[in-house]
């Protein structure tokens, strides 16, 4: 069977009142820790789950760009959007679209963020949530960490390692999904008017190692009885 696919990712940005709320919790390290810098470790482990938390990211963070990729027409489509649901809505149009409505979306990490994230905005706005989000991941690939394991794509480096390893050839991987926050606040304020433009370059080149990875891994399997493999010159 074939499927056809549209590689995405999002970059968001946390709300500095998240900083607020953790200050007015109560945070308590574990009983048996004595040394201060494993009780300031342990402390900062818990507020960076509270931080994670999907409710509390929903509220406290936005969608600032979304970029989607067409392998199959060689299009790229970037949603910046300064309101959100603006930004939300022209994402789901083109999901919901004659085109895409039954492509397959592919992420990095998009299962465990991107998705339930969008769907999160999607009901925090009241919107109407695409079928792409209700169909409970059941396509052959939605999330290129389920080859690599979950882990490791969490990384900031794997796109670096990525365009090392397939020899990609990016320009300009020098930041990391933690620096969105402060560029999008730098655009809003006039600072760097520049910003949002680097925040959407950044985010087409996450899809486009996710659609490398993709296209590498669905490749066909070689015929061996056909096909002379010759590792001579490799190690």
């Avoid at 998240?18 to 482990?45: A, G, H, W």
């Avoid at 905005?121 to 939605?142: A, C, D």
């Amino acid at each position: 069977m074939e499927y056809n696919y549209l590689d995405f990712d999002v970059e968001t940005a946390v709300d500095s009142r998240i900083n607020d709320y953790l200050e007015q919790s109560s945070f308590f390290p574990k009983k048996n820790l004595k040394d201060q810098e494993k009780i300031k470790k342990d402390i900062m482990e818990k507020k960076e789950k509270v931080k994670a938390q999907a409710p509390l990211f929903w509220y406290l963070s936005r969608p600032v760009v979304i970029v989607a990729y067409d392998d199959s027409k060689d299009i790229t489509y970037s949603f910046n959007n300064q309101d959100p649901t603006l930004l939300l809505i022209e994402f789901c149009n083109l999901l919901t679209s004659e085109a895409y409505q039954n492509h397959i979306l592919v992420g990095k990490n998009s299962s465990k963020f991107d998705m339930p994230m969008i769907t999160g905005w999607l009901l925090k706005y009241n919107l109407g949530v695409p079928h792409h989000f209700k169909r409970h991941l059941k396509g052959p690939l939605t999330d290129i960490d389920h080859i690599f394991g979950y882990s490791a794509t969490m990384n900031s480096q794997i796109s670096a390692l990525a365009d090392y390893a397939f020899g990609l050839n990016i320009d300009g991987k020098t930041m990391s999904g933690a620096d969105v926050g402060d560029l999008y606040m730098q655009y809003q304020m006039g600072i760097n008017p520049s910003a949002l433009d680097i925040i959407t370059e950044y985010c087409k080149q996450d899809v486009y190692i996710v659609t490398e990875m993709r296209r590498r891994f669905q490749k066909p399997y070689i015929n061996r009885s056909t096909t002379e493999i010759n590792l001579e010159g490799v190690f």
